[in-house]
Antibody, heavy 122, light 107 residues
Framework: EVQLVQSGGGLVQPGGSLRLSCSASGFTFKAHSMHWVRQAPGKGLEYVSS????????FSADSVKGRFTISRDNSNDTLYLQMNSLRLEDTAVYYCVRGAGRDSTIAPFDPWGQGTLVTVSS | DTQMTQSPSTLSASVGDKVTITCRAS??????LAWYQQKPGRAPKLLIY???TLKSGVPSRFSGSGSGTEFTLTISSLQPDDFATYYC?????????FGQGTKVQIK
């Protein structure tokens, strides 16, 4: 069974840092692009960041560019999101997502992790 | 960036109704369009990809159509389990943006 198990959320003060982790199992992790999507309380889905299967290409939304860094460890089947200079508006549930296509970046998101809440507040 | 606009934002319907949700892209995205279903407190689930391909295991009452900039999600006969929020998403080019969502609620 394909599984994405997330960890690392919590409460952080504005300007602080947090690292999210996503442990993958049930599929060949190194063959799939991976992504992060977030959802602010009561709001819709917002694309955050992507990383290709070999980790050599990353892309981030303008809203997080320069503050968030996506990375992966293909030897340990784990995806990361390092979040620095956190702002109040970064408060959201963050989802780890797999790109459904093997060896392809152009693929829908499937499946999604369980989500982890990040709260930025003083 | 390609903007995705869904309509309506909220839809009230009854069990057995046919429901149609529209998604418009601000630029041509071909058929690189997916639909997701999300229930409260749960992660989204993929329903349809490549505009019209049903993910394995998704009930056949769901269907998708369209290409270019205009897409639709249709539920042929709404079931109690279908009351949820639906999102479209293009995956044509970065960033892969989502529509604002359509909440399907009980009439």
């Amino acid at each position: 069974e394909v599984q994405l198990v997330q960890s690392g959320g919590g409460l952080v003060q504005p300007g602080g840092s947090l690292r999210l982790s996503c442990s993958a199992s049930g599929f060949t992790f190194k063959a799939h692009s991976m992504h992060w999507v977030r959802q602010a309380p009561g709001k819709g889905l917002e694309y955050v960041s992507s990383i290709r299967s070999n980790g050599e290409f990353t892309f981030s939304a303008d809203s997080v560019k320069g503050r968030f860094t996506i990375s992966r460890d293909n030897s340990n089947d784990t995806l990361y999101l390092q979040m620095n200079s956190l702002r109040l508006e970064d408060t959201a549930v963050y989802y780890c997502v797999r790109g459904a296509g093997r060896d392809s970046t152009i693929a829908p998101f499937d499946p999604w992790g369980q989500g982890t809440l990040v709260t930025v507040s003083s | 960036d390609t903007q995705m606009t869904q309509s309506p934002s909220t839809l009230s319907a009854s069990v057995g109704d046919k429901v149609t949700i529209t998604c418009r892209a601000s630029q041509i995205v071909g058929t690189w369009l997916a639909w997701y279903q999300q229930k409260p407190g749960r992660a989204p689930k993929l329903l349809i990809y490549k505009a019209s391909t049903l993910k394995s295991g998704v009930p056949s009452r769901f269907s998708g159509s369209g290409s270019g900039t205009e897409f639709t999600l249709t539920i042929s006969s709404l079931q109690p389990d279908d009351f949820a929020t639906y999102y479209c998403q293009h995956y044509n080019s970065f960033p892969w943006t989502f529509g604002q969502g359509t909440k399907v609620q009980i009439k």
